[in-house]
């Protein structure tokens, strides 16, 4: 039998497993978007037990022989077939160890806990939530201790799923440059007294169904094709795709602010533009999908800040705010408005911070999962200890759990060790954006509304190699050299020098 015969018979069986996939997730959507209260527990219960399915699926003998016997000898596969066969290895290789029983139990906890953190965010109480997690924790710990390989430390562990290959020591770096650079733009706000933009907040007031018009438009603008998209709402948002043509985008309307749905869009929007723009070999090959979540986070952060809080696109936008928003803005002129989303000021709640300020939520949040998950500190001490790295790195004070440790709902869903991959991508996109702005200019594009430019440019650069490369490969191929922070650090220097019109 022939290399090319046994892939084409993996072939046949991805087939079946990624449909089962596909349909775990649309239960999962649905959960999360559409299901009542009452239904989400018996959702939940219906995506464990289709995961037995795929449990059996991925577990079959033949299977596994196939995906070991290529892995060992690739000869006679294309590149894309052979990379899909690496990644398959490697997902064999984390699993083989669990049985069906600990496979079941732990999708049952995950799909449940979605709930309880629901239940929990919704009453303001993290002691709703508060066994969930700490089972989860329990899980994870389980399933990585029964793995062959792993790193030094279960969040260790973690950190190298989430993020293949990607370095913790710049991940370090990075976090506590950021910090510095936070509390130097605090001490000159401080001297300068009223010197900053003058805090604009987006007035209340504007009806939240307009945010859908408004969603709409920037989708359109970002350059998603219509034909293979969905906008919903949701408590928290997040984007999701089921194959390259059916891709499902969330947001979440504040009545209190009309321009968040702005940047929740765009963010939500980056993620959609990826899973559009794949190329079709890798989804014909089951080779797609296959980036980093720092890879993905790029792209989000790239759309919602670099572009979306940038001079040239509120240029733009700011006549169609004006008409979407019911009057609210007409008083507000164009330089007000970047500079009303632009201000740098200390906040609670991570999607809705500062770009100066983003990075100590995701230092918190990291200190915080690593110190539960490696078992330093008890899912009890989570809420006391949230509240005092709050006060310590923004200055702020945590009032209750909902705007506290209960408002993400990653930890619900096991995904410990995905916060850095945002603070990752902030810095791959502003190294991202250097490489993009010597093809072409970019404020020009953007200032006329030719967003199309980016996608096209970052469906050639980025998204085409993405699933084929290791994140330092992958930085490297786009922009020459691997991943180097003073890009982004310099870009919110000049930035908020500007704004803030320091020497």
């Keep these: 039998m022939t290399n090319q015969q046994k892939w084409k018979e993996l072939s046949r069986r991805l087939d079946e497993i990624e449909a089962y996939g596909r349909c775990v997730g649309k239960v999962g ?41 290529l892995h060992a000898d690739s000869e006679g596969l294309t590149n894309v077939q052979k990379k899909a066969v690496e990644h398959l290895y490697e997902d064999y290789a984390k699993t083989k160890n669990i049985s069906a029983m600990l496979d079941y139990e ?61 370095s913790i020591e710049q991940l370090g770096r990075l976090l506590r440059r950021a910090q510095g650079a936070h509390r130097a733009a605090s001490r000159a706000d401080r001297q300068r007294g009223q010197a900053h933009p003058r805090g604009l907040y987006v007035p209340p007031g504007a009806d ?73 070999e890798l989804y ?14 790029t792209i989000s952060r790239f759309y919602e800040n670099l572009i979306g809080r940038s001079e040239a696109f509120i240029h733009y936008v700011a006549p169609k705010i ?22 740098a000021r200390p906040s609670l709640i991570r999607t809705e911070a500062d770009e100066l300020s983003y990075c100590l939520h995701i230092l918190v949040r990291y200190e915080l999962e690593k110190s539960f998950v490696n078992g330093a500190i008890t899912v009890d001490e989570i809420p006391a200890l949230w509240r005092a790295k709050y006060k310590e790195y923004l200055g702020v004070d945590v009032p209750d759990d909902a705007q506290g440790c209960l408002q993400d709902v990653h930890w619900s869903s096991v995904y410990f060790g995905y916060f850095p991959s945002y603070a990752l991508g902030n810095a791959y996109g502003a190294q991202i954006l250097a490489a993009m702005k010597k093809d072409f200019d970019v404020d020009a ?51 908020y020098t500007k704004l803030y019109e320091l020497k």
């Design 445 to 495: 594009a953007v200032a006329a509304g030719e967003l199309y430019k980016l996608r096209d440019w970052l469906t050639g650069h980025v998204f085409s190699i993405a699933s084929l490369t290791t994140p330092d490969e992958w930085i490297r191929a786009i922009t020459g050299e691997g991943l180097n922070v003073n890009y982004y650090l310099d870009y919110l220097e000049d930035k």
């Design 322 to 343: 004006r008409e979407l928003s019911g009057g609210i803005f007409d008083d507000v002129s164009e330089r007000e408005l970047y500079e009303a989303v632009n201000v």
């Design 208 to 280: 939240p169904r307009a945010g859908g018009h408004e969603s709409k438009y920037l989708l359109e603008l970002e350059g998603l094709r219509q034909s293979a998209l969905v906008l919903m709402t949701t408590e928290h948002p997040f984007t999701d795709h089921y194959g390259r043509c059916d891709v499902r985008v969330t947001t979440h309307y504040h009545e209190d602010s009309f321009i968040s749905n702005v940047f929740t869009t765009l963010h939500e929007g980056g993620h959609a533009l990826f899973m559009q723009n794949e190329p079709g």
């Design 284 to 297: 014909d090959n089951h080779g797609a999908d296959r980036m980093t979540n720092a890879m993905h986070e």
């Design 106 to 166: 732990m999708d049952l906890a995950s799909n449940k806990a979605y709930g309880a953190w629901l239940k929990a965010k919704k009453a303001n109480d993290f002691s709703l939530f508060r066994d969930s997690l700490g089972e989860l924790i329990r899980y994870q710990r389980l399933v990585v201790e029964k793995r062959d390989e792993r790193k030094a430390t279960v969040y260790d562990t973690c950190l190298d799923d989430m993020e293949k290959g990607g």
């Design 29 to 69: 959507f649905d959960m999360e978007c559409c299901a009542p209260e009452e239904g989400i527990e018996q959702a939940g219960e219906d995506m464990a037990i289709l995961g037995k399915r795929l449990y059996k699926l991925t577990h079959a003998p033949r299977y596994c022989a196939l995906v070991e016997e």
